[in-house]
């Protein structure tokens, strides 16, 4: 006798999946200090550190989604369940820097497994509207995860308990959506299109591609460098940063659920641009304000970043649509990627400031919260890039809104 599929049990594991994926993001950006603390490393080795979060996660993805519909979301999210159980365990034993390394890669592994195996399981439970309605709703976890896991963090971080606790909290989580998949029926995966490899391949060598492919670098760093290390740079701000944090992505799930009509008046390409725009602007006020002004900086970078992610894969799969779900993953991947090669670059951005710094005279509080704001000054690079480039693509795509949308892929 067939088991039949219970689709919202199976949202509802993916759900928790995400919020596990939230927490080790959120935690961990609120125990940096603590561990460069206790373990003397500088601000350059826990750059590499972070890294390992974001060079498992977009591995996983990417080779999860070439094998889903082989190997199916079980085995996937299996996989997923082991890395995440290993990590967490491996980072409160690690006992050093490269402890840290190992653990934070399986972490990032277990992260990538579950993006690669909830969202096309979700579109094989779910069809038409109400699909599109349960994505949303999932995604929706990842920055609602992050404003969890920041308050958590700061109140367990304000009640003086160790960087030990809060890694255990992310256990809790990962044991709900493993006792939530545990026995089920999984939905047969769905093939689409009947693209090839090689047409999808085709498709990601067009110059339209290749555009957003290095756009993608920098929507993810302009938006994950500055979360990632807001502990290090705003801890002397005067500001609280894990609530820095739960603002920015607060707003940044706020911005998303609304979403539909914001791009319906901009366009993808308006939005884009006005994301980079924001984004400069809150990166910089960052850079120069203290206090409770900060958070006001944290309300117009939320502004900047809550739309990049996914509107940069709606355009690819509106604009590009023969590279398929490759391409939405590839994508993905490239934005972590760029987050795990410039976590450590940031890192001896902030050493250099540092020692600048000292070299000026300025010592404690002062010279930490001057050599944050200098780092920041630096990564403005980032999103002013983009503004530039995403000015030129919007006029330009205006300027092409008659083409059809099957040959604008293979421009």
Same mark, same amino acid.
């Given at each position: 006798?067939?088991?039949?599929?219970?689709?919202?049990?199976?949202?509802?594991?993916?759900?928790?999946?995400?919020?596990?994926?939230?927490?080790?993001?959120?935690?961990?950006?609120?125990?940096?200090?603590?561990?460069?603390?206790?373990?003397?490393?500088?601000?350059?080795?826990?750059?590499? $550190?972070?890294?390992?979060?974001?060079?498992?996660?977009?591995?996983?993805?990417? +080779?999860?989604?070439?094998?889903?519909?082989?190997?199916?979301?079980?085995?996937?999210?299996?996989?997923?369940?082991?890395?995440?159980?290993?990590?967490?365990?491996?980072?409160?034993?690690?006992?050093?820097?490269?402890?840290?390394?190992?653990?934070?890669?399986?972490?990032?592994?277990?992260?990538?497994?579950?993006?690669?195996?909830?969202?096309?399981?979700?579109?094989?439970?779910?069809?038409?509207?109400?699909?599109? !309605?349960?994505?949303?709703?999932?995604?929706?976890?990842?920055?609602?995860?992050?404003?969890?896991?920041?308050?958590?963090? !700061?109140?367990?971080?304000?009640?003086?308990?160790?960087?030990?606790?809060?890694?255990?909290?992310?256990?809790?989580?990962?044991?709900?959506?493993?006792?939530?998949?545990?026995?089920?029926?999984?939905? !047969?995966?769905?093939?689409?299109?009947?693209?090839?490899?090689?047409?999808?391949?085709?498709?990601? +060598?067009?110059?339209?591609?290749?555009?957003?492919?290095?756009?993608?670098?920098?929507?993810?760093?302009?938006?994950?460098?500055?979360?990632?290390?807001?502990?290090?740079?705003?801890?002397?701000?005067?500001?609280?940063?894990?609530?820095?944090?739960?603002?920015?992505?607060?707003?940044?799930?706020?911005?998303?659920?609304?979403?539909?009509?914001?791009?319906?008046?901009?366009?993808?390409?308006?939005?884009?641009?006005?994301?980079?725009?924001?984004?400069?602007?809150?990166?910089?006020?960052?850079?120069?304000?203290?206090?409770?002004?900060?958070?006001?900086?944290?309300?117009?970078?939320?502004?900047?970043?809550?739309?990049?992610?996914?509107?940069?894969?709606?355009?690819?799969?509106?604009?590009?649509?023969?590279?398929?779900?490759?391409?939405?993953?590839?994508?993905?991947?490239?934005?972590?990627?760029?987050?795990? $090669?410039?976590?450590?670059? $940031?890192?001896?951005?902030?050493?250099?400031?540092?020692?600048?710094?000292?070299?000026?005279?300025?010592?404690?509080?002062?010279?930490?919260?001057?050599?944050?704001?200098?780092?920041?000054?630096?990564?403005?690079?980032?999103?002013?890039?983009?503004?530039?480039?995403?000015?030129?693509?919007?006029?330009?795509?205006?300027?092409?809104?008659?083409?059809?949308?099957?040959?604008?892929?293979?421009?």
């Amino acid at each position: 006798m067939t088991q039949t599929v219970n689709s919202n049990r199976l949202f509802n594991a993916s759900c928790f999946a995400l919020i596990t994926t939230a927490f080790s993001f959120s935690i961990r950006a609120g125990i940096l200090p603590q561990l460069g603390a206790e373990f003397n490393l500088s601000a350059e080795q826990l750059g590499f $550190i972070n890294s390992m979060w974001f060079f498992g996660f977009p591995l996983a993805m990417i +080779i999860g989604g070439l094998v889903y519909h082989t190997v199916g979301p079980k085995m996937i999210m299996q996989i997923a369940f082991v890395c995440h159980t290993l990590g967490i365990v491996m980072t409160i034993y690690s006992g050093g820097y490269m402890g840290l390394l190992v653990s934070t890669f399986f972490i990032g592994i277990g992260n990538g497994c579950t993006e690669a195996a909830c969202n096309p399981m979700i579109a094989d439970a779910y069809s038409g509207s109400k699909m599109n !309605k349960m994505l949303n709703r999932f995604h929706m976890w990842f920055p609602g995860g992050i404003v969890i896991g920041s308050l958590l963090s !700061k109140f367990m971080t304000d009640a003086n308990l160790g960087w030990q606790a809060q890694i255990w909290l992310i256990m809790i989580p990962t044991l709900i959506y493993a006792y939530l998949f545990y026995g089920q029926a999984f939905p !047969k995966p769905k093939v689409e299109g009947g693209l090839s490899l090689s047409q999808n391949l085709k498709a990601m +060598i067009s110059p339209l591609f290749i555009f957003m492919f290095f756009c993608m670098a920098l929507t993810a760093i302009s938006e994950f460098g500055p979360q990632q290390w807001t502990g290090v740079i705003m801890s002397k701000s005067g500001a609280s940063p894990m609530l820095i944090l739960a603002l920015v992505t607060g707003l940044m799930a706020v911005a998303r659920f609304f979403a539909g009509p914001i791009v319906q008046k901009l366009g993808q390409t308006g939005v884009l641009w006005g994301s980079a725009c924001f984004a400069f602007i809150g990166i910089y006020l960052f850079s120069t304000v203290t206090g409770p002004a900060a958070y006001l900086a944290a309300i117009f970078f939320a502004m900047g970043v809550a739309l990049f992610w996914p509107n940069m894969v709606g355009f690819i799969a509106q604009n590009v649509p023969l590279s398929g779900a490759l391409g939405m993953s590839i994508i993905g991947g490239i934005g972590m990627f760029s987050s795990a $090669i410039f976590q450590p670059i $940031i890192g001896s951005w902030i050493d250099n400031a540092t020692a600048e710094q000292l070299a000026l005279g300025k010592v404690g509080d002062e010279m930490e919260l001057a050599a944050g704001q200098a780092t920041l000054q630096t990564m403005l690079v980032f999103p002013g890039i983009l503004i530039v480039a995403f000015g030129i693509l919007h006029f330009w795509m205006k300027s092409r809104k008659s083409t059809p949308v099957a040959t604008t892929a293979e421009v």
